[in-house]
């Protein structure tokens, strides 16, 4: 039974870093600086999604599987990040990190920021269309906001923000409803 338990926080543990929370509740901010780092915050809820899809098949989550869960969220949290897990499957989320720019680098799966050369890319997470399909069916809808500031000496290339700067407002801004619809953000930075 240990062998067992030990095996089901490992797959669990290996899940969450392999992004199996799927944001929910949140507000969500990225600054650009000039030199490409970005300084990034994300406050709200996130459903793990193997959790996700075993209530949604009317499986309720084990007492063992509860307790790893929670365990994965006290192993998770560091100095300024919070994965607090609060049952059902869910987690209150509060992180605040900053990112510098390299190889591609998932976040909290609300977005993935990478570049190649001088352009640099922010994109949402994608799913698989099978796995969309079934957290449809779930009912799952995430219900939050994204939001993008580029410094001065950007160039957007392309967006699919629902609003953009203009006036007094500096940021691109998407309202997640869906996971069907990706933002999407391409930009160049001058030197």
Known sequence: ????????LALAATAVLNGC??????????????DASIQYQYKGTAVHATALLQKHQG??????????????????????D?????????????????????PPKATMQVFNYGHSGNTYTIKSMTIKP?????????????????EVTLPANAKVVSNNADSTPWFFRKSYKWNIKSLEK??????????
């Open 82 to 102: 919070s994965l607090k897990y609060v049952g059902d499957g869910r987690y209150e989320v509060q992180t605040s990190s900053r990112i510098l720019p390299g």
């Open 130 to 146: 099978k796995d969309l399909a079934a957290f449809k069916e779930s009912g799952f809808a995430p219900d939050g906001t994204f």
């Open 182 to 191: 990706p933002a999407s953000l391409v930009f160049t930075l001058n030197p």
């Open 1 to 8: 039974m240990r062998t067992l338990r030990t095996l089901a």
């Open 59 to 80: 499986k309720k989550i084990s007492a063992a599987d509860d307790r790893a869960l929670a365990e994965l969220g006290e192993k998770s949290s560091t100095k300024g």
């Open 21 to 34: 929370l799927l944001p929910e509740k949140f507000t969500a901010s990225a600054v650009v600086a000039p």
